[in-house]
């Protein structure tokens, strides 16, 4: 069965988890995820994989417009991502909906594309911590230090920590705990910070279930009684038939 689903970043709020207390969540909008392409391991591709699809826009390419019209939908989906299974059991041309694949309690790994801060310094980027700041030193305070040797090896290793480009890298956040999953809105919501900003694109995994979690007790609908029938007049009689 397929374990992951594609959404968005709706944003930050506070809520309470199953003990009761209260911390921040990430609300993730969901929608149905439409089944475009089932990968077999034993076809062309050589691997088992279900390519989903959500989100709209406003074009697409004509390729695309193909693609979907074969599998008869008529939406203009913007994203689409491959996601492997060990067997596809999904057909093409379905959606597979919030509540089919996540439940409150759940673990679930959350990954997206980070925010990005621009050009910035070993401080900032790496958390260095800088020179000293008395006994003469007026320019060292967010310098980054020494960065190599002397003659031996002569050059500044590959990977070296220094100042540069800083986020828009995939991010993967785990353990994270399934706090509430609202069916009629799409929206499911997870302790805790996820990255990425509003709006960005998120693939959200189910790892299992939360150690020690105990699910709270359904709740039951309430049966109206059925209205009473005063069968006796005013001074305590029968009414006949």
Known sequence: MISS???????????????????????????????????????????NSVQLGTGSRRTINKPLEGLLKKRGFTERVQYLRDVRVDEADVK??????????????????????????????????????GGPKTH????????????????????VYKGKRMAGHMGMETVSVRNLEVIGVDRKNNILTVKGGIPGYRGSLLMVTLLGKIK???PPPEEKEEEEEPEKINTENTNGEQKGE
């Open 136 to 155: 003469g030193q007026s320019d060292r305070h967010r310098a980054p230090g020494s960065i190599g040797q002397t003659t031996t090896p002569g050059r």
């Open 5 to 47: 689903l594609l959404g968005t970043k709706k944003g930050m709020a506070v809520s309470y988890d199953a003990r009761g207390r209260r911390v921040g969540v990430t609300m993730i909008e969901v929608t149905p995820n439409l089944v475009t392409m089932v990968k077999k391991s034993g076809e062309k591709d050589g691997y």
């Open 212 to 214: 020690g979690y105990t």
């Open 92 to 129: 093409e041309g379905s959606a597979i909906s919030l509540n089919q694949v996540f439940s409150k309690g759940d673990s679930v790994k959350v990954t997206g594309v980070s925010k990005g801060k621009g050009f910035q310094g070993g401080v900032r980027r790496y958390g260095f911590a």
